[in-house]
């Protein structure tokens, strides 16, 4: 069988390669063709036809101001998939370009569409829930509230749990490095780590990153330290990041970092659930352009957009347990929430006590053993 799979960033990619590998278990004369990035390539070296370095993007601002761009790419895409032929689709997540592909395609060619990790059209842009109702064969969800929603929209919907606790409970059982050696290896000092994960993308990096490393100097009894992309590497220099004596920069460790934490400041995304996962304490920021921010506030006027919470454990959670700091809010209040996380054990323990619960909802299921085996025997079918 051949598969064509779009992910469009650095969080889809990790997802899309343990996918493939899951699929191949299943059908090890699987083809593969794809959308992704280096974890994809890992694994289907001969299979990228894109490079996700490319298509990452964030904020409404910055989408339109792509137009042109995403228009030629969709146009690309789509022959992309004709000339590959292929049984079957699978997207994951980055909705606003993979439902446009969904229902482009869906027009041409016969070929059942899976969607695994939808995007949050409960959130934003309601309107989209329709395009997977009308072009998508079958969602696989990761978060248990969606399920609920999405039945009520007759999206036809799985959800096996969610693929990161697998993932972080295999690194946690093999991982035996101690602090010590830890220190050494990334010249850190023998003070309480503060994690500062800033995102994936160049606009968060550019907008967050100078927020998190303002704290930093208030606290010199703490070290901080960025869990850096080496993908990026050049971009994070933006940040004036050597102006901080007790600031330093680790690439592609964001696992052992957080094993070896004390508390985090995380840019909203995957990021902050698997904080959660390895319980650290949090506070999650979230910045964007003034213009996006601004259209964003009118959308939500409008009823566009309707969320109370963005960050993933509040989310499954169903209410605030770790802070939330949007725009203006992340300079006002940054240094007072991130005080409580480091200096109030009540708060720390409480944010700790819920994270058990939501590692709890989420289940141990290897889900992309589970997801892959529906997508071959689907299609198969």
Known sequence: MKYFIIAGEVSGDLHGANLIKSMLKKDNKAVFRYYGGDRMKEVCPEGIAMHINELAVMGI??????????????????????????????????????????SLIKRKLNVPIYYFIPPKVWAWGLNRVHKLQKYVD?????????????????????????????????????????????????NLYDKPIIALLPGSRKQEIKLCLNQ??????????FQFVIAGISLLKNFYNYNDIDDFKNVKIIYDQTYPLLYHSHAAIVTSGTATLETALFKVPQVVVYKTSSLSYNIGQVLIALGYINVKNFSLPNLIARKEIVKELLQNNV???????????????????????????????????????????????????
Do not use: W
């Not at 761009?69 to 699978?90: G, V």
């Not at 141990?364 to 071959?376: C, K, Q, R």
């Open 212 to 221: 998190m490393l303002s704290v930093a100097n208030k606290f010199q009894n």
């Open 331 to 381: 300079d006002k209040f940054l240094l007072s929430e991130f005080k409580k996380i480091v200096e109030e054990k009540d708060k720390r323990n409480e944010m700790l006590n819920e994270y058990e619960k939501i590692i709890e909802t989420l289940g141990d299921n290897d889900v992309y053993e589970l997801v892959a085996n529906d997508i071959v025997n689907l299609t198969i079918k």
């Open 61 to 102: 601002f910055e989408v339109i101001s792509r137009l042109p761009f995403f228009i030629k790419h969709f146009s690309l895409c789509i022959n992309e998939i004709i000339d590959f032929q292929p049984d079957a689709i699978i997207l994951i997540d980055y909705g606003g370009f993979n439902l446009r592909i969904a």
């Open 138 to 186: 079958k969602v696989f969800s990761i978060l248990p509230f969606e399920v609920e929603f999405f039945k009520s929209y007759d999206v036809n919907v799985q959800y096996y749990g969610n693929p990161l606790v697998k993932e972080i409970n295999n690194f946690l059982s093999n991982y035996n490095e101690s602090r010590e050696s830890f220190l050494r290896k990334n």
